[in-house]
């Protein structure tokens, strides 16, 4: 199996994007290509076939590859859970909760044997794997303990393209400072760079370009210009870049107006990428009271620590102006850990989410009691929506979560093709939570929804917009990045580098 690795000289530059484009490109060539992430520290993630649950880009990867995503695409997951806590995922189960210290002396040196294992079993199925790195692999206070870079690298025998973004400025600083942190032998591995996300005109950087060559011996494959793309992030930098369009982005203003609650442990908030894509709704991350104003609708996102983030729901000031706003007429929507916020009560008799045994009052907008019980349940599910707006479309969405909620006098929201039923919707239908993640990918059910929200708001309602999460459009998605790195990429010195013959 031939190999190529992607690391950068920080977070966010870019990496999962090319990786993406990559991936897109070599299963347009014909090659059987796979994605693989040996460890990623990501608050979104995505839920494998066979009910594992792995990083979220190591899915979209998969997906451009034209493949099935795997477990052993990424064997380590990291969900950070706050206060320096993570749940530790290996091979798409659950493994502990820990605090980062002790992952780092006492387990991380054993998880290069999940690692291992999962690039023997890609080995065997695929011709190409497309690596990415995490973060950057010059932190010299870690690099005796990083299992995401060049240790990987080794492991996979794979030549190492870095990355920098340009937008930050010090580009050139940033490429040749990561070079002179890396030891002898990591440093053979650099094989090129890329520029990502460059504004302006080419020109005025090809002087610098030629002298980094020069300098470093290496070629700058590609200076790839800024792109706006619609693939699901990950982690948190793309979570305030998310941040910082919702308050300069030009919308309609006069639209609906959807406020989410951004909790300090927020998890899968690609739930709300769909939203996004319509023209009159208008995104808020909301942190303070202050803020939050008086939407249409007020969302509760899935949450690492359910109890934890009522707390400081609670202590900011949030819980009590929600309940006003729902009193005025805004609707309160609960995901996951949002939904089990709006119920009577959560449970935690086994300390699973606590140090003690808790029993906490919840927002008390639906009639719901919450247990947190040890089995975490990760599985893909479709059903049908039961709520008079939702018009019984049929929705997909998958599950991830510790929790296990008992309706006490509400009406379910989804009616499950296994049979179950999900979630809960007040009568007057202005406060309703699932434990679906994606259901706002399904574009009739959001087609509705904000339908209904617009004749109450006595604005023009819209046809079914399909968001950029519907295969179809993901595949157009993927083969503009394969055209838009085929324009500023040298492929063909990149294949040499990787070794592949035509």
């Not at 090809?206 to 494959?221: A, N």
């Not at 295969?471 to 010195?493: F, H, M, P, S, T």
Request: charged share 25%; glycine share 8%.
């Amino acid at each position: 199996m031939k190999a190529i690795m992607l690391q950068g000289t920080g977070s966010d530059v870019g990496k999962s994007v090319i990786c993406t484009a990559l991936c897109r490109y070599f299963y347009q060539q014909g090659y059987r290509v796979a994605p693989f992430k040996s460890q990623n520290m990501a608050l979104n993630s995505y839920v494998t076939q066979d009910g594992k649950e792995i990083g979220r880009a190591q899915g979209v990867q998969a997906e451009a590859a034209g493949i099935e995503a795997l477990v052993d695409m990424n064997p380590i997951l990291l969900k950070p859970k706050g206060e320096m806590v993570s749940e530790v995922v290996v091979h798409g189960r659950h493994f502990a909760d820990m605090e980062a210290g002790t992952y780092r002396a006492q387990v991380l040196e054993k998880m290069l044997q999940p690692v291992q294992e999962s690039l023997d079993r890609l080995a065997q199925s695929f011709e190409l794997l497309v690596i990415e790195g995490a973060g950057s692999p010059a932190e010299i206070n870690l690099k005796d303990r990083d299992i995401a870079n060049m240790r990987v690298a080794k492991l996979a025998k794979a030549p190492v393209i870095l990355v920098a973004d340009i937008e930050r400025g010090g580009v050139f600083a940033s490429i040749i400072g990561t070079l002179a942190l890396l030891d002898p032998d990591e440093k053979k591995r650099v094989k090129g760079f890329i520029i990502n996300k460059f504004r302006g005109r080419k020109e005025l950087l090809d002087s610098g370009i030629t002298w980094l060559e020069q300098e470093t011996g290496l070629p700058v494959l590609g200076v790839l210009p800024y792109m706006e793309m619609k693939v699901d992030p990950e982690d948190s930098m793309a979570l305030e870049s998310l941040q910082f369009k919702s308050k300069h982005e030009q919308r309609n203003r006069n639209g609906l107006d959807i406020a989410i609650i951004r909790f300090p442990r927020i998890s899968n908030f690609t739930d709300f990428l769909p939203l996004w894509n319509q023209p009159d709704v208008y995104i808020r991350y909301i942190k303070s009271r202050q803020e939050l104003k008086q939407p249409d609708v007020i969302i509760l996102p899935g949450t690492k620590n359910t109890i934890e983030d009522l707390h400081w729901l609670r202590e900011t000031g949030l819980a009590d102006e929600i309940l006003r706003l729902h009193q005025q007429g805004s609707q309160v929507v609960g995901i996951c850990g949002g939904y089990q916020m709006l119920g009577e009560k959560l449970i935690d008799e086994d300390q699973i989410e606590s140090n003690e045994r808790v029993i906490e009052p919840g927002l008390n907008l639906l009639q719901l009691k919450t247990w947190f019980v040890p089995q975490k349940k990760t599985i893909r599910v479709s059903g049908e929506i039961l709520a008079e707006f939702g018009q019984k479309t049929k929705v997909e969405g998958y599950e991830i979560h510790l929790g296990r909620t008992q309706r006490i006098d509400e009406r379910p929201f989804v009616c499950l093709d296994d049979g179950r039923l999900d979630g809960a919707i007040s009568i007057d239908e202005r406060v309703w939570g699932t434990y679906l993640h994606g259901i706002f990918d399904n574009d009739h059910f959001t087609s509705h929804w904000l339908n209904q929200l617009r004749r109450q708001k006595g604005i023009p309602e819209q046809g079914v917009l399909l968001g950029s999460t519907q295969k179809l459009e993901r595949d157009k998605v993927y083969d503009d990045l394969a055209d838009w790195i085929k324009q500023y990429i040298n492929l063909q010195q990149l294949k040499e580098i990787i070794g592949l013959t035509p």
